[in-house]
């Protein structure tokens, strides 16, 4: 069965330094990745997905993400944290008949 | 631009009653919709898929016969929540698939359902 996993429940960056939001993924055949954030009280925005090509995919706002097929990864990385990307940020595989399959979540948290 | 709307955004009933979600896309056709359920600090659950002029296919352990789901348009489905109890009290997410291409999903804006 197809599993996305999101090991850490929140982190802690401070504004301006580097950020990384791990995902692993667990699925028979390819997989299809997705990031997405959601702010408080609101739905979901797409920040980048991966579906083939290049494993390092460049998304919204200054997000990007690497496909690691040998580590089964897809982390969110950001070169430098500002105090609004705090936030939920949701990994997700959409490899089974268009459905998603979210990860727990993760709440990041960047300080001034 | 990929829009989709829902409405309300929140919405306050009494127990026994029934209360109906609305999720639109604004400016593009989706024969495939989704509704999720999001609880407090949980990541979200895939409730059902609506096909438009077809039945709904709803995920494991969720009631069909409370969780009505209506996909009559090209740009319109619906969910109605009927004899809500105060355990439904939920964030309530659509999403619309753009085109019919696989996994360029959409995602509405939400509904704060609260039962009294």
């Known amino acids: 069965a197809q599993s996305v996993a999101q090991p850490e429940d929140q982190v802690n960056v401070a504004e301006g330094n580097p950020l990384t939001v791990k995902c692993t993924y667990s699925?028979?055949?390819?997989?299809?990745l997705f990031w997405y954030v959601q702010y408080p009280n609101r739905g979901l925005q797409f920040l980048l997905k991966?579906?083939?090509?290049?494993?390092l995919v460049k998304g919204s706002y200054g997000f990007e993400a690497e496909f690691n097929k040998s580590q089964t990864s897809f982390h969110l990385k950001k070169p430098s944290a500002l105090v609004s990307d705090s936030a939920l940020y949701f990994c997700?595989?959409?490899?089974?008949?268009?459905?998603?399959?979210f990860g727990a979540g993760t709440r990041l948290a960047v300080h001034p | 631009g990929a829009v989709v709307s829902q409405h309300p955004s929140r919405v306050i009933c009494k127990s026994g009653t029934s209360v109906k979600i609305e999720c639109r896309s604004l400016d593009f056709q989706a024969t495939t919709m989704f509704w999720y359920r999001q609880f407090p600090k949980q990541s979200l659950m895939l409730m059902a898929t609506?096909?438009?002029?077809?039945?709904?296919?709803?995920e494991q352990g969720v009631e069909k016969d409370k969780f009505l789901i209506n996909h009559a348009s090209l740009t319109l489905s619906t969910l109605t929540v009927t004899s809500a109890h105060p355990e439904d009290s939920s964030f309530y997410i659509c999403?619309?698939?753009?085109?019919?291409?696989?996994?360029?999903?959409?995602f509405g804006p939400g509904t704060r359902l609260t039962v009294t």
């Open positions: 699925v028979s055949g390819n997989p299809y």
């Open positions: 999403s619309a698939l753009k085109g019919g291409v696989s996994y360029e999903q959409y």
């Open positions: 997700a595989d959409g490899g089974g008949y268009n459905k998603l399959i």
């Open positions: 609506s096909n438009e002029g077809s039945k709904a296919t709803y």
């Open positions: 991966y579906i083939t090509g290049d494993n």
